[in-house]
């Protein structure tokens, strides 16, 4: 093994440190695990309901059994715990992570990787809208089989509890995700217990762990395979969300829950849901819920809502996280972002994109009404982010990893034609709800074109009306104008040209300050930077300094927590006397310009919508001036 793939396990030292190893395997159990915790619900059922009509009920129930329980082992055992967790980048994992680290590992930044990126990123989105929906849904549905009298209510309080989920992430998640663990531990070993006791009424269907039955069954029913496929893929969404999680407790905790408890349990419920079926035909509509007694029926609706309601959280929180980076990666504009949290930078609650996730959320569950409509909906998202996974890992191996190309398509292609299959098989949903994330993905994957592309041209516009910086020193050193005491920041995007604002500066005012500093934030392609790596200084007279602040990815970009790290360089400045100048643009559209006419008025809406710079760097907005100016793009 390279050191490359060894370099991931160093994180784990490190998130041991803030707790121990079964306190992290909880805690994974809680938020990496609700989702696809959540899919005995509603993915044997729907396979169910799928393949009614053809064959045998005991072999479609063996076949299915087959295709979930090899599923499972494929794609979340071999793919992502064994081989996609080893692909962090620097502890941190998630799809824009997997690009960064795959284009920061090419000779040349690949345009397709950004491209693969930019539709991973936007397929998590048009998914992180249906997992809340069908999950809540799903867990509600099964007061139906308490009290039939009570269906009229279902969406209702589905609806209730997704206003009340929504709101609280306002105040932030800290204090309830301590019971997230024991919550989602203690659904497990229901879900373990309860399968267990029902493999007992036909032992026989522990056979279909033999993938004979799975091939069987395809090639008996190939005219719906795909259909059963789709449903049967419902079982590992949320897979992805292993990875993605990836940063907050570490390979080794997220693999230990994914062995010691997640997997076993979940086999033991699918194969007790499989025997219950074959013991009691007539069950097969809810057999997750039917298969429990009278009186463990209500507390299993109260246990299953809570852990929709976990799994809904975990989705919500990987949306704040995801669009934090791809703002920093400057994929999308500045939001607002507030912290929830004293001491810990990871727990965050992002207004626009909450109001976002409720909108559609909403009308999701209004639309379709129940969860086997919704599940026609499910899979398109996650099934085209596993294949984007899947070729970013192929780039990994070769060029991080250091595999020879044969050895990573041995590897990859089994896996890749894996998804291909799934993906084919949600496809055909497209029509009854599969293009609503398709939609959501579309349109966000718009919105990251169209603000990468207004930048490009917007800094280019900018870039040829810019003055060299060494020129404006020169020119100032030869002919200095009066000074004031004090320190002005002037904040640019152009490392090498003078900033607006400066000019502009000097132009009104015709002073300068006694120290001026020409201030460029920039994001690394890693999530975070040590300290002793975040400032570069260089001073070119007495009255001319040029810092530089670099920030990963994963970082909130505070400015003067980072002027505390320049003092140690030995920069003297009094942060009450110290002025941050920034420029306040106006962008015009233009029809010559070098986007469609509609694009253009896009990129504005986004640049006025954007949070501003004030708060996003942290600057105390008593010290800061803003200076206006018009750019037409």
């Not at 998640?173 to 997230?180: D, I, L, N, P």
């Not at 559609?360 to 499910?378: D, E, I, M, P």
């Amino acid at each position: 093994m390279s050191q490359s793939e060894l370099r991931s396990e160093d994180p784990e030292v490190e998130h041991t440190k803030h707790g121990g190893l079964p306190a992290l395997v909880l805690a994974a159990l809680g938020v990496v695990y609700g989702d696809i915790g959540t899919s005995p619900l509603y993915a044997f059922r729907e396979a169910l309901h799928a393949t009614a009509g053809s064959g045998t009920h005991r072999d479609n129930v063996l076949g299915i059994l087959s295709l979930i329980v090899w599923a499972l082992t494929i794609v979340v055992t071999i793919k992502y715990v064994t081989f996609v967790l080893k692909a962090d980048n620097r502890g941190e994992g998630g799809t824009l992570s997997l690009m960064t680290l795959a284009r920061g590992s090419l000779p040349r930044r690949s345009v397709w990787i950004l491209v693969l990126g930019v539709a991973g990123a936007s397929l998590f989105l048009g998914d992180a809208i249906i997992t809340p929906a069908i999950s809540v849904l799903s867990a509600v549905e099964g007061i139906q089989i308490v009290a039939p009298g009570l269906s009229k209510w279902v969406v209702p309080i589905t609806l209730v509890i997704i206003a009340i989920l929504f709101f609280i992430q306002r105040f932030g998640t800290g204090g309830v995700a301590a019971v997230f663990g024991p919550i989602m531990a203690l659904w497990f070993l229901v879900l373990g217990i309860s399968g267990a006791i029902h493999i007992l009424d036909d032992p026989a269907v522990l056979s279909a762990i033999n993938p004979a039955h799975a091939i069987t069954y395809a090639v008996q029913n190939i005219g719906i395979t795909i259909t059963v496929l789709g449903a049967v893929f419902l079982a590992v969404t949320g897979a992805e969300a292993l990875y993605v999680d990836l940063g907050h407790f570490g390979r080794r905790p997220i693999v230990l829950a994914w062995f010691l408890m997640v997997f076993p349990c979940l086999l033991l419920n699918y194969f007790g849901q499989g025997a219950f079926v074959l013991a009691n035909p007539g069950m097969s509509d809810h057999p997750f819920f039917g298969m429990h007694p009278d009186w463990a029926k209500l507390p299993m609706v109260c246990l299953a809502t809570a852990a929709t309601v976990i799994a809904s959280q975990a989705v919500i929180s990987g949306a704040y996280s995801l669009v934090r980076q791809a703002m920093h990666l400057n994929l999308l504009p500045r939001l607002q972002i507030l912290h929830t949290s004293e001491t810990h930078s990871g727990q965050i609650f992002m207004p626009q994109v909450n109001s976002f996730l409720f909108i559609f959320v909403v009308a999701l569950v209004l639309y379709f009404r129940n969860s086997s409509g919704l599940s026609a909906a499910y899979g398109i998202a996650v099934t085209g982010e596993m294949l984007i996974t899947s070729i970013l890992l192929f780039v990994v191996m070769r060029h991080i990893w250091g595999w020879k190309r044969n050895s990573a398509l041995a590897v990859v292609a089994p896996l890749l034609l894996i998804d291909l299959g799934f993906f084919a098989a949600n496809v055909a949903k497209f029509a009854d709800g599969g293009w609503v994330p398709v939609a959501v993905a579309c349109t966000m994957g718009l919105i990251m074109q169209t603000w990468m592309s207004g930048r490009r041209l917007l800094s280019a516009r900018t870039k040829a009306d810019e003055i060299p910086l060494d020129a404006i020193i020169k020119k100032l050193a030869h002919k200095k104008p009066p000074t004031v005491p004090g320190t002005a920041i002037f904040l640019t995007s152009d490392v090498e040209g003078a900033p607006t604002a400066l000019l502009h500066s000097l132009k009104h005012y015709k002073v300068l300050h006694e120290q001026n500093v020409i201030l460029s934030v920039v994001t690394a392609a890693t999530p975070f930077v040590p300290d002793d790596e975040k400032i570069f200084l260089e001073s070119f007279n007495p009255l001319f300094s040029r810092l530089v602040l670099t920030f990963g990815y994963m970082e909130t970009p505070n400015i003067p927590r980072a002027l505390v790290l320049v003092r140690r360089l030995g920069f003297k400045f009094d942060i009450m006397s110290t002025s941050f100048f920034l420029s306040r643009r106006t962008i015009l559209p233009s029809k010559k310009g070098g986007m469609p006419f509609w694009q253009d008025r896009l990129f504005i809406a986004l640049a006025q919508n954007a949070g501003n710079a004030t708060d996003y760097f942290g600057l105390p907005s008593g010290r800061v001036v803003e200076l206006g100016l018009q750019t037409t793009i």
